[in-house]
């Protein structure tokens, strides 16, 4: 305990430093001065209280001056009052533990005067020390057996308040911390185990609750990326709306205001052509209007004649009439104008609906272009006669039975082959060249199709296809086979499927038109992309079946 005693008392030596406080501002000293009755101020403070107040007096003392006295500077004071500053700057930087205890930090409970913040708490001797005052339990051997936790507040706290001894033991019976009077006397049948074992399940408890909460954390955060994920396909998605919706409507006003012009131009040179109908019949109006002013003025000079003779043999002449036009039947019929505007409406109507159709088409292509897979055939269901080409997207009819192993996949009787991916959900698209050919099958097949035998390429064998044969005459493959037509053969097909909506669908690329769709189709299995590129008739149909890369419709 000597050391102790000797900490507390080096603590309570320590130079105050009340003596080099203002009074007014309560700070350490600035610019000191003295009053006349002796007591010291910092220059401004005492300067500015005798400012706002009439009277003149020692706010310490009280003594009135009848006059503001002349302030005296104590160069002694001043400079120990300045010593007193640098040693207190230089002792707060050199520890930065011995700070004052700020609000919510725990003091010292040994410190007088500035009570400094607690480095560590003591649970037998229930205090809290500060850097100083810890010094005598990490040197002292006694005191180094007491426990030493980081500093709290209300140590009492930890004292049993029926027995006055520490909190060593806790109740699992109870669920409570108890000493070990407690354990004996209140709580003889409980389970008890040491404070610390049952703080470190606690705290393993804790850590478990822990990696739930940070599972949770991290779940939530997947799903904040979901969403912003989400948001972007919606953003990108709107944007690229608005981009067709600017496109299309602007085509929309493009037609409009060329067809106004049309309407407008049609109506003016209806009116000019009035105009100078009119202007033509006027300037000759004004042409008789002015040969019969001059024969009206004529006649009033020879009436005022007085040669009789020469009015008498000029009479005939001057009674004939010059000759003009008989306008009775002249009129300027006003151009018709009715329907004009209606009719020019109706053209641009049927203008738009046939360009809009064409534009809609092309834009359904463009969406379902999206969906595009990277098909290649699979030689192992090739039928023997066919060709494949070694990067797998191009297949001919040859004419000739390849000697090729007879696997359950491959097609014996329709020389048919698949692709090598197959789908069971969900949208896919690919596109398929059939120029230069004047037969082929081409659509998709269930993967259970019969590949040894069959005569049909009908829904209820499997197969979803369309069928070219004598060079002109296209059938969808339903029973009975649907007859299609075309204004111009396609060179390229694009085959969809939505495997969700039961759907099938055909498409003129080139033209960007429908074709046809199978609608209501029985799904239960994998899909397969199929190919039929028929006999080569000759070398009329050697051109091959071309599995194309997707160029976007623009």
């Known amino acids: 305990m000597r050391d102790k005693t000797a900490a507390m008392f080096a603590a309570s030596n320590l130079q105050p430093e009340d003596q080099f406080l203002c009074s007014i501002c309560l700070d350490v000293f600035t610019d000191p001065v003295t009053t006349p009755c002796g007591h010291n101020f910092c220059k ?11 009277r003149c007096k020692c706010p310490l003392c009280n003594k009135l001056f009848k006059r503001r006295p002349q302030l005296e500077i104590n160069t002694l004071f001043s400079e120990v009052v300045a010593q007193f500053r640098d040693e207190a700057q230089q002792n707060a930087s050199s520890s930065s533990e011995q700070q004052a205890a700020k609000p919510g930090e725990v003091p010292c409970d040994y410190c007088t005067g500035t009570r400094l913040r607690a480095l560590k708490s003591c649970l037998v001797c ?6 100083t005052h810890l010094e005598p339990h990490l040197t002292v051997k006694g005191l180094k057996r007491h426990q030493l936790i980081e500093p709290v507040e209300n140590l009492e706290g930890r004292m049993c308040m029926k027995h006055d001894k520490h909190l060593e033991l806790f109740c699992k019976t109870d669920q409570t911390s108890v000493c070990t009077l407690c354990s004996v006397l209140d709580h003889k049948t409980h389970e008890f185990v040491p404070l610390r074992e049952e703080s470190e ?5 804790l850590r478990k609750m822990d990696d739930e909460i940070q ?3 991290e779940k939530r955060r997947q799903k904040i990326q979901e969403i912003n994920e989400s948001v972007k396909m919606s953003k990108d998605a709107a944007d690229k709306q608005k981009t067709e919706g600017v496109q299309i409507f602007t085509v929309l006003k493009e037609f409009i205001e060329k067809d106004l012009k049309k309407v407008i131009k049609e109506i003016e040179d209806k009116q000019e052509t009035t105009e100078k109908q009119a202007e033509g019949l006027i300037k000759e109006l004004e042409q008789e209007i002015s040969e019969l002013k001059k024969r009206s003025s004529e006649l009033k000079q020879a009436s005022r004649s007085e040669d009789h003779l020469h009015f008498v043999q000029n009479f005939s002449s001057l009674k004939a009439v010059p000759p003009t036009k008989d306008w009775t039947e002249v009129i300027v019929l006003p151009p018709t104008y009715e329907g004009t505007v209606m009719r020019a409406v109706a053209q641009l109507q049927e203008t738009l609906k046939k ?14 272009q999206q969906y595009a897979v990277d098909v290649s055939l699979d030689p192992d269901t090739a039928h023997p006669e066919l060709i494949l080409s070694d990067d797998g997207k191009q297949v001919n009819f040859g004419n000739v039975n390849q000697s090729l192993s007879d696997n359950p996949k491959r ?12 789908f069971s959900s969900g949208r896919f698209y690919f596109e398929v060249q059939v120029k230069g050919k004047t037969d082929w099958i081409l659509g998709v097949a269930r993967e259970s199709v019969n590949r040894k035998g069959g005569n049909s390429v009908k829904p209820q064998d499997g197969f979803w296809a369309l069928w070219l044969r004598n060079n002109n005459e296209y059938t969808a493959c339903t029973g009975p086979a649907a007859v299609l037509s075309f204004q111009s053969a396609p060179d390229k097909v694009g085959v969809f499927v939505d495997y969700e909506e039961r759907l099938v669908s055909f ?4 033209a960007a038109a429908f074709i046809y769709s199978f609608t209501g189709c029985s799904f239960t299995e994998k899909l397969y992309p199929c190919f039929n590129p028929c006999n080569n008739d000759n070398g009329k149909n050697s051109a091959p079946l071309v599995i194309t890369p997707i160029n976007r419709i623009n």
């Open 215 to 217: 599972q949770m954390i």
């Open 507 to 510: 498409y003129d690329v080139y």
């Open 355 to 368: 360009h809009f159709k064409k534009l809609l088409a092309k834009a359904e292509l463009r969406r379902l």
């Open 201 to 205: 399940e606690k705290k393993t408890e």
């Open 44 to 54: 401004n403070c005492i300067t500015r209280n005798w400012d706002i107040n009439v």
């Open 126 to 131: 229930l205090t809290s020390y500060c850097e």
């Open 411 to 422: 097609f014996t009787v329709f020389a048919n082959v698949l692709g090598k991916q197959g």
